[in-house]
């Protein structure tokens, strides 16, 4: 059984940073790429950033790039984004997303992403 647990969620000001945590477990986590996605109440879930297994490719969508850095531990398998400056409209439910190293993965959050998390709640006040 795959579970994803996400973690580091919470209220921040705006200007702040965060940690945010994704542990999986059930998969060989080195066969993964994995992925952040986001989801604003009354939006579709978007990309946020993505890592591939070893962890040497990053992207990020336009909105985090320069503010969120992933990175992974595969011995804790685990994936990290660190957030800095968080803005206002960065709350959102935050969701890890793996992916098969060798499928079609990118920042949509399409099929290729196989597992999902349950996410967790970013709220940044103003």
């Known amino acids: 059984h795959v579970q994803g647990v996400e973690s580091g969620g919470g209220l921040v000001q705006a200007g702040g940073s965060l940690r945010l945590y994704c542990t999986a477990t059930?998969?060989?986590?080195?066969?993964?790429?994995m992925g952040w996605f986001l989801q604003a109440p009354g939006t579709e879930r978007a990309g946020g950033t993505c890592?591939?297994?070893?962890?040497?490719?990053?992207s990020y969508a336009d909105s985090v790039k320069g503010r969120f850095i992933i990175s992974r531990d595969n011995d804790k398998n685990t994936v990290y984004p660190q957030i800095y400056s968080l803005k206002p409209e960065d709350t959102a439910m935050y969701y890890c997303?793996?992916?098969?190293?060798?499928?079609?993965?990118?920042?949509?959050?399409?099929?290729?992403?196989?597992?999902w998390g349950q996410g967790t709640q970013v709220t940044v006040s103003s």
């Open positions: 890592i591939n297994w070893v962890g040497r490719i990053t």
């Open positions: 997303a793996a992916a098969l190293s060798g499928s079609r993965w990118s920042l949509q959050p399409g099929s290729s992403w196989r597992y």
């Open positions: 059930g998969l060989t986590f080195d066969d993964y790429a």
